[in-house]
């Protein structure tokens, strides 16, 4: 029996959620910004985009090609309020529902569709009850396959408010005029390492071999192409409400200018290991891999794995720190990749955004005790900051390494998921939603 899958995905989200709430704004071209005082576009509505106006356009781009834009900063709490309003429309039509991003979801029909009609039913019940219960100025754009993959392109390929269905009978024409970055998980850097080998196309990528692909790829990643190129996904929709495994925390922040201050560069790669170690600590994990991004005149990533298992933020900081020095020794602007750790010019390193990440995780639980002495009192320590921050917010109390800096910005990176955890668990949402 074929899968029946949805794939919902809200147009121009965080843009027509601002034209919903002020009906100032609606009709005119509006560019949603972040909130971490960068002057970065992060959501077009769609009167911006038909001059021009794309996400990660900077302001100024913007107002060249769109003199009267409106610029709004995001307020994610209140595009979180009506995602939940569209995860309770969704829940009624099936108990698997993927929340994928903020604003997109897949919902497996296949053993309810008959249930309300018809899967086509379904859909015209789903954008109805958006326009009546979340607000007439939003609008989704509907996927309709029997696998994932294709029910995600589907549902890019007529927006606005648009509805396609990919089935076997169509999928070879649809994939004859998709582009390759029309496809999750290929990217603008993928579909040049797949230019270089002569793959152009969905269709070129059917028809190419693994063994190519696998000189390029690597064995994992390969597999996963050929199976775009086969139009073949057997994952399955996960419900938003189920445990699923955590393989790694991490946490990203963009600064809000490009930043030459050393010091206040470490300071907010503290601040993120901090944040990394506190969701290690509320998923009742340890990591023995700490990772490290940074963008600035060069793209850097950096990984350092232990022997010993931590969750605390100022040891996952000391292994950054690790990484970051070693970084260091050829980013100097001014001397160039020859610089050396002792040179005075090495505070001329740029850095535009950044990211830390824990891996090779295990519960907490099944980890035994240090014998050391510090292990036994920090983790009291930490707890009692824990439940503080906790009930005051995250960063009431801070190291004093970073007491001069500003704290960051912009949400964390899963804090409405979190925040949606909290209260899944303290309002019994599992049995709610199954």
Known sequence: MNRVILHIDFDSYFASCEQQFDERLRGRPIGVTATNGRT?????????????????????????????????????????EITQKFLNICKDYSPYVELFSLDEVFIDITSTQNLFGGKYKIVQTIKKRIEKE????ITVSVGLSHNKLLAKLASGLDKPNG????????????????????????????????????????????????????????????????NIGMAEDNSSVVPYYAEVETKSVGRSYCLPKNEYNQRLILQNIFELSEEVGIKLRRLNKKARTVGLYLTGENVYHGRKTITTHIDSGREIFNLCKILYDEWGLGNCSICGKNCEPTCPKRCERMVRQMGVWAGNLEDSQNLTLSLFDNAYKNPKVQKAMDEINDRFGDHTIRNGFVWDSPNLKTVPNGYMADRFERKKLSEGFTKDYI
């Not at 911006?48 to 003199?67: D, I, L, N």
């Not at 990919?166 to 290929?186: F, M, P, Q, S």
């Open 163 to 226: 509805f396609v269905e990919i089935n076997k009978d169509n999928v070879w024409e649809i994939y004859k005029k998709a582009k390759l970055t029309d496809i999750c998980g290929i990217g603008e850097r993928i579909a040049i390492r797949l230019n270089k080998i002569g793959i152009f196309s969905l269709l070129d990528l059917q028809k190419a071999k693994i063994e190519m692909l696998e000189e390029e790829f690597g064995k994992v990643y390969s597999q996963i192409l050929k």
């Open 134 to 137: 979340i607000g007439e100025y």
């Open 40 to 80: 970065c576009i992060i959501a077009a509505s769609r009167e911006a985009k038909e001059f021009g106006v794309k996400s990660v356009t900077r302001v100024w781009e913007a107002r060249k090609v769109c003199p009267q834009i409106i610029t709004v900063p995001a307020y994610f709490e209140k595009y979180w």
